[in-house]
Structure formats: C-alpha cells, structure tokens
T-cell receptor
C-alpha cells in the first residue's frame, strides 16, 4: 500500500489566488513527521514546511500552511497569494518514528503546480 | 552557509559502463542520504549514513551499486555496470543527527544511460 498519496498529478492556479495541494498518508506509528518539499525545474528539493504528529496547531511558514487532519490522515499544503515562482513540482513526504530513531523520508508521487499570470 | 554539493550535474554513459557520483554534505551534518528519483516520481532512498556507517542500505541494489563515506564527510555512489533502467536523478541529502527536522538536498546528478 502507498504510504503517501498525492491524487493531483497537476494543478493550475491564477496568480494571487490560494491553492490547496492534497496529501494523504498511511502509518500505524503514533509518532511521525510530515513534510512538504518544492522541486523547481532546476531539480533541487527545497524544504517548505514540517508538521509533527503531536503538534496541535497547524504549521505555517510565510505563505505556506499545512492543513493537518490527523483523524483523516491528511496533510494538505495551502499556498496563499500564489506567485509565478511557485510553479514547480510539490512533494509530500513522511518520516515515521519521528523521535529520531529512523529518518527515512517516504515521498509521494508529486503534484505539478502551474501558476497562471 | 554552503549547501549540499553534488557533481557532476549531468552524466551520459553507455550501458555496461561504470559511473560515480560525488556528494559533499553541509558542514556538521552527520547524516547523509542517497536517493534515486525516476522521472515523474518522488525520490526513493538508496542508502543512509550516520557518520561513516551505512545504517540503512536495504534499498540499494548491491549487485551493481556501491557507496562509501570513508571519513564521515563526503560520499561517493557508484554503479558498475550501468543498465538502461538506471537512468534517473540521483539526489544527495544531509541532516543533523540531533535536532532539526528537514533534510537538505543537493541539486542532483541526472544520469542518462544509452
């Protein structure tokens, strides 16, 4: 079974609008971490935001926020006020046993976001 | 602060030839990872080092792939011999062993096997 599922292969959003990228995950661990990375066409993976499974508040980093719904096992990324430079591939990832004993990241298949002028 | 450095950025080789990739992690980062990213997919872990010790290499195809991190700093990933299916981007990442949540990725090496 897929541990990280991103059901949107591609998304379009108008510049200055908000967009939500979906991510659902599957784990039996109680302690885990959820991540979002951005990968522009240049290829490097850029860390955006992190949510721990025990964090009660949704993580926010500037224009990025993570809509964490633990019971539904979803960790959607919300980008507010989209900019042309946000056009990229976005990956959701999970690290199980977030206490630090295992640090492998499992990635989803990604969502290609295109911001339209 | 310098980021994760990888070289070369691009490599084209014929099948059955050997190839090597080099990675220098962020200074002070004890943990180093090698990932493979196939076209249209997310990265998949090949091997993880804690200092010079390979602590997770279960996904590394050991018949043709090898890796080393002799002094616990920079690392080399080798494929010998390369096959057509090895065409992918090979990403190196590093993180602090204690604290810090994110892994910092290098720009990757795009390998094309013809």
């Amino acid at each position: 079974a897929q541990k990280i599922t991103q059901t949107q292969p591609g998304m379009f959003v108008q510049e200055k609008e908000a967009v939500t990228l979906d991510c659902t995950y599957d784990t039996s661990d109680q302690s885990y971490g959820l991540f979002w990375y951005k990968q522009p066409s240049s290829g490097e993976m850029i860390f955006l935001i992190y949510q721990g499974s025990y964090d009660e508040q949704n993580a926010t980093e500037g224009r990025y926020s993570l809509n964490f719904q633990k019971a539904r096992k979803s960790a959607n990324l919300v980008i507010s006020a989209s900019q042309l430079g946000d056009s990229a591939m976005y990956f959701c990832a999970m690290r199980e046993r977030d206490s630090g004993s295992a640090r492998q990241l499992t990635f989803g298949s990604g969502t290609q976001l295109t911001v339209l002028p | 602060e310098a980021g994760v450095v990888q070289s070369p950025r691009y490599k084209i080789i014929e099948k059955k030839q050997p190839v090597a990739f080099w990675c220098n992690p962020i200074s002070g980062h004890n943990t180093l990872y090698w990932y493979r990213q196939n076209l249209g997919q997310g990265p998949e872990l090949l091997i993880r080092y804690e200092n010079e010790e390979a602590v997770d290499d279960s996904q590394l195809p050991k018949d043709r792939f090898s890796a080393e991190r002799l002094k616990g700093v920079d690392s080399t990933l080798k494929i010998q011999p390369a096959e057509l299916g090895d065409s992918a981007v090979y990403l190196c990442a590093s993180s602090l062993r204690q604290g810090g949540h994110e892994q910092y990725f290098g720009p990757g090496t795009r390998l094309t096997v013809t």
